[in-house]
Nanobody, 124 residues
Framework: QVQLVESGGGLVQPGGSLTLSCAASGFTSKSPTIAWFRQIPGKEREGVAVISGTDGSTYYGDSVKGRFTISKDNAENIVNLQMNDLKPDDTAVYYC?????????????????WGQGTQVTVSS
């Protein structure tokens, strides 16, 4: 059974940085695609970043391009999300998700495996 555990959330001031981690376990294939999504109450979940399990290619949502970086530690099965220049609009619960696909995608319905989420609050 796939298990995803997020960590690293917290309170940060605008312009600050934070790194989220997603520890994945229980998957049988060596090449899952892992993505980060975020959600604020009353709104739909938004795709933030994704990294391909096959070739390591990455893709970002428009609102975070140039500020966020997704990376993967294959040895530890951990995917990190480095978030820089954080803004109050980045405040949300951040979730990691895992599934298998030919091309990395930020379409939420394509993912069947989700973590519990970690809260990120950007405020002065």
């Amino acid at each position: 059974q796939v298990q995803l555990v997020e960590s690293g959330g917290g309170l940060v001031q605008p312009g600050g940085s934070l790194t989220l981690s997603c520890a994945a376990s229980g998957f049988t294939s060596k090449s899952p695609t892992i993505a980060w999504f975020r959600q604020i109450p009353g709104k739909e979940r938004e795709g933030v970043a994704v990294i391909s399990g096959t070739d390591g290619s990455t893709y970002y949502g428009d609102s975070v391009k140039g500020r966020f970086t997704i990376s993967k530690d294959n040895a530890e099965n951990i995917v990190n999300l480095q978030m820089n220049d954080l803004k109050p609009d980045d405040t949300a619960v951040y979730y990691c998700a895992l599934d298998y696909m030919a091309y990395p995608s930020l379409l939420e319905p394509l993912y069947d495996n989700w973590g519990q989420g970690t809260q990120v609050t950007v405020s002065s």
